[in-house]
């Protein structure tokens, strides 16, 4: 099973600066890595699949890089509405589905 | 515009059984692979299981393998979580996704919770 580690488990940040967000495989998924945004009693939302490609209607300032085992989400120009926990997830091989455990990008 | 709508949800004892349901519309339902992920009070996501189009293939995370079926029906658009012997560590919002691997749209979730 490939296990999904997210760094750091808090992310304090300023309304208007960059948030980075790491996701390390430990083992290689190729480009099989999709990124989620999770709010308080909401749906998740798919934000990046194949590492880097946005989903639909997903704004520009969310964007994903990486391959093999190691993955960053950047967030730019935070916005009030980006505060959330974010989960990358990989889909090299599955079963099963594997989650990493979360970064929570609170206002600083 | 894509909706999932999970139904089934409530309170059980440990050892009972529920069967979620996940009315699909929006898209060409039958063609995409979908799955059931989790998320227990304070913690982060699960996937618990998935099931192809054509319903051939199945699968189930360690944690329920044995306790829950995954199936659908696509004549009615909809997608089944048989859940039996339940425990107090399946409590959780559990969410219907369509799936690519990826999980491309979701539902808003239904909960469930395990306690005497």
């Known amino acids: 099973e490939k296990v999904m580690t997210q760094f750091p488990a808090t992310l304090s940040v300023s309304p208007g600066e960059t948030a980075t967000l790491s996701c390390r495989a430990s083992q290689s998924v190729s480009d099989s890595l999709a990124w989620y945004q999770v709010k308080p009693g909401q749906a998740p939302r798919l934000l990046i699949y194949d590492a880097s490609t946005r989903a639909t209607g997903i704004p520009a300032r969310f964007s994903g890089s990486g391959s093999g085992t190691e993955f960053t989400l950047t967030i730019s120009s935070l916005q009030s509405e980006d505060f959330a926990i974010y989960y990358c997830q990989q889909y090299r091989n599955w079963p099963p589905l594997t989650f990493g455990g979360g970064t929570k990008v609170e206002i600083k | 515009e894509v909706q999932l709508l999970e139904s089934g949800g409530g309170l059980v004892q440990p050892g009972g059984s529920l069967r979620l349901s996940c009315a699909a519309s929006?898209?060409?339902?039958?063609?995409?692979?979908m799955t059931w992920v989790r998320q227990a009070p304070g913690k982060g996501l699960e996937w618990v299981s998935g099931?192809?189009?054509?319903?051939?293939?199945?699968y189930y995370a360690d944690s329920v393998r044995g306790r829950f079926t995954i199936s659908r029906d696509n004549s009615k658009n909809t997608l089944y979580l048989q859940m039996d012997s339940l425990r107090a560590e399946d409590t959780a919002v559990y969410y219907c996704?369509?799936?690519?691997?990826?999980?491309?749209?979701w539902g808003q979730g239904t909960l469930v919770t395990v306690s005497s």
């Open positions: 996704a369509s799936t690519r691997g990826y999980m491309e749209h």
């Open positions: 929006g898209f060409t339902f039958r063609t995409y692979a």
């Open positions: 099931i192809s189009g054509s319903a051939g293939n199945t």
